[in-house]
């Protein structure tokens, strides 16, 4: 029970870091647009000061863009490739749906733990943390991270069965099996009275007769005389076992015997 809720707290708050670098990714995303666009316009107005001073920095200003050719496009894909992973990360901790991961991306099935999980969001918190960025990307990133490496202590120790432990259908299934068993019988119409068989105008089907019943219609004769005549007659002898001491029991001694002679 307290792994099944631990396992869960962790999901919860992998799925809120995912959430918030999502939201983060988006926003440096339309910053990192805004600041190309302002640079780009700079350049165009042709004022010597302001470009000079924008071409010597190695990235926009504001931006986590780099000033080099196609350095817009790179950071905008950036940006686009955490915020497709994060999307699949989230849907995979949901565990919707689940047959497609099992089938084109078996490393986030349910055949396989949170591992693989965490290394991946420790490579997107590191690609946030390399770059310079506002506080709001820094803490959603750093956070990621962390429940990254959780993620991947969590895979090594339950390894496979982690995502079955925390599965809310797998712990009702188990919650089932702990009710009892129905008693067998305990709704079963009741069986016919003797008396409705005894004069019953129906013929009774036959059927043969167990061992158990062929043995309880003939008589016994126990263990005493009769026993044993009817025994000889069928050629079983009965005979008086032979008298032996056990293994453990002390072997007499010639004192003793000595004792019994003079006596």
Same mark, same amino acid.
């Given at each position: 029970m307290y792994i099944f809720i631990g396992l869960n707290i962790v999901r919860a708050l992998s799925i809120i870091a995912l959430l918030l670098v999502f939201s *983060?990714?988006? #926003?440096?995303? %339309?910053?990192? %647009?805004? $600041? $190309?666009?302002a640079f780009m316009a700079a350049k165009k107005a042709g004022n010597a000061t302001e470009t000079?001073?924008?071409? !010597?920095? !190695?990235? %926009?200003?504001?931006s986590t863009v780099?000033?080099?050719?196609?350095?817009?496009f790179w950071a905008v894909l950036n940006r686009l490739l955490i915020i497709f992973q994060v999307i699949i990360l989230i849907l995979s901790e949901i565990g919707?749906?689940?047959?497609? #991961?099992d089938k084109w991306f078996p490393v986030l099935g349910s055949n396989f733990g949170v591992g693989a999980l965490g290394v991946i969001q420790c490579l997107i918190g590191a690609a946030v943390l390399?770059?310079?960025?506002d506080d709001f990307s820094?803490? *959603? $990133? #750093? #956070?990621?991270? $962390?429940?990254?490496?959780l993620n991947i202590a969590i895979g090594l120790i339950f390894r496979a069965s982690v995502k079955t432990r925390r599965s809310i259908t797998s712990w009702k299934e188990r919650a089932k099996d702990v009710l009892p068993p129905p008693v067998a019988g305990l709704m079963s119409p009741p069986a016919a009275s003797f008396m *409705? *068989? %005894?004069?019953?105008t129906e013929k009774q089907p036959e059927?043969?007769?167990s061992p158990e019943e062929v043995l309880a219609t003939r008589p016994g004769f126990g263990f005493g005389r009769q026993g044993e005549k009817k025994a000889a007659l069928k050629g079983f002898l009965l005979q008086r076992p032979v008298e032996s001491l056990p293994r453990y029991a002390p072997k007499p001694t010639s004192e003793s015997g000595h004792a019994d002679e003079k006596d």
């Amino acid at each position: 029970m307290y792994i099944f809720i631990g396992l869960n707290i962790v999901r919860a708050l992998s799925i809120i870091a995912l959430l918030l670098v999502f939201s *983060s990714s988006i #926003f440096t995303l %339309v910053n990192d %647009v805004e $600041a $190309a666009n302002a640079f780009m316009a700079a350049k165009k107005a042709g004022n010597a000061t302001e470009t000079s001073d924008m071409v !010597d920095c !190695d990235y %926009v200003e504001g931006s986590t863009v780099p000033n080099q050719p196609a350095g817009e496009f790179w950071a905008v894909l950036n940006r686009l490739l955490i915020i497709f992973q994060v999307i699949i990360l989230i849907l995979s901790e949901i565990g919707w749906p689940m047959k497609a #991961f099992d089938k084109w991306f078996p490393v986030l099935g349910s055949n396989f733990g949170v591992g693989a999980l965490g290394v991946i969001q420790c490579l997107i918190g590191a690609a946030v943390l390399s770059h310079h960025v506002d506080d709001f990307s820094l803490v *959603s $990133a #750093f #956070f990621l991270f $962390a429940l990254g490496c959780l993620n991947i202590a969590i895979g090594l120790i339950f390894r496979a069965s982690v995502k079955t432990r925390r599965s809310i259908t797998s712990w009702k299934e188990r919650a089932k099996d702990v009710l009892p068993p129905p008693v067998a019988g305990l709704m079963s119409p009741p069986a016919a009275s003797f008396m *409705s *068989s %005894v004069f019953s105008t129906e013929k009774q089907p036959e059927r043969p007769m167990s061992p158990e019943e062929v043995l309880a219609t003939r008589p016994g004769f126990g263990f005493g005389r009769q026993g044993e005549k009817k025994a000889a007659l069928k050629g079983f002898l009965l005979q008086r076992p032979v008298e032996s001491l056990p293994r453990y029991a002390p072997k007499p001694t010639s004192e003793s015997g000595h004792a019994d002679e003079k006596d």
